[in-house]
């Protein structure tokens, strides 16, 4: 069974900084491409970026492109999205996935091709 947890969360000021990780557990990490994903509050599920199993690419999306990096350490089997100058249209429920789809090599973070979805870390943010 391919299991993931995410971890991390809580609560944080505007402008501050969160990392949370994505740990594989009783599998391999590292023959997966992982999705960074969230939903907010009366939102769609909107993904937040991804990064290949080798690490060789990543993509984000618009609204965290610049403020969020996605990592990872296969020896560990734990992914990490680390936010910087977090906003409070940042809060939401931070989930990882997993996939085996690309596009040319590359990672996309559509959440219909992800699969063993985690159960997710509460990010809030506020003064």
């Known amino acids: 069974q391919l299991q993931l947890v995410e971890s991390g969360g809580g609560l944080v000021q505007p402008g501050g900084s969160l990392r949370l990780s994505c740990a594989g557990s009783?599998?391999?990490?590292?023959?997966?491409?992982i999705g960074w994903f969230r939903r907010a509050p009366g939102k769609e599920r909107e993904g937040v970026g991804c990064v290949t199993n080798n690490s060789e690419s990543t993509k984000y999306t618009d609204s965290v492109q610049g403020r969020f990096t996605i990592s990872r350490d296969n020896a560990k089997n734990t992914v990490y999205l680390q936010m910087h100058s977090l906003k409070p249209e940042d809060t939401a429920v931070y989930y990882c996935?997993?996939?085996?789809?690309?596009?040319?090599?590359?990672?996309?973070?559509?959440?219909?091709?992800?699969?063993?979805w985690g159960q997710g870390t509460q990010v809030t943010v506020s003064s």
């Open positions: 009783g599998f391999a990490l590292d023959r997966y491409d």
């Open positions: 996935a997993l996939t085996t789809w690309t596009v040319d090599a590359m990672c996309v973070p559509t959440p219909e091709v992800y699969f063993s």
